[in-house]
């Protein structure tokens, strides 16, 4: 799937639209240089799944994750950017995240050879001509 947003608000909504198909069991690969609207993204698919658009949503920058409970599940919401070593995800629960509800991750080219199989992999860029513009494609990997 491919959309064009052409501000903030437009990017929260294809990220709520997107929420009506994420289930438990969900792992979200949020790519992007800095700036280009992962934690926008992040923010608002937590705010529907959540059925919280109040709810405040900290960049997890500097916790490298946050987690926050959604009726009947658990969502997760790494950022890896500081991260060194991909064997360090295990100090800040993955293994738990995994098995316990929907993940998000800012910056997952940092996990390396720990993956998983199945993801969403979701890449935002800037457009050319327009600073405001964003190119959001969203590849479903499953092999099963």
Do not use: C
Request: charged content about 25%; cysteine-free.
């Amino acid at each position: 799937m491919n959309f064009i947003s052409h501000s903030e608000i437009e990017t929260e909504n294809i990220a709520a639209d997107l929420a009506g198909d994420i289930h438990n069991g969900d792992v979200l690969l949020l790519h992007g240089n800095l700036g280009a609207g992962k934690t926008v993204f992040a923010r608002s698919l937590i705010r529907t799944l959540s059925d919280a658009p109040k709810l405040e949503v900290p960049s997890p920058t500097f916790t490298l994750v946050q987690t926050y409970e959604a009726q009947d599940l658990r969502l997760w919401h790494f950022d890896l950017y500081r991260l060194e070593d991909p064997e360090e995800i295990y100090e800040l629960g993955w293994e738990e995240a995994l098995s316990d509800g929907i993940v998000l991750v800012e910056w997952p080219e940092r996990l390396g050879a720990l993956k998983p199989a199945r993801y969403l992999d979701i890449h935002i860029s800037a457009g050319e001509n327009d600073d405001e513009q964003r190119n959001i494609e969203i590849i479903r990997h499953d092999p099963a």
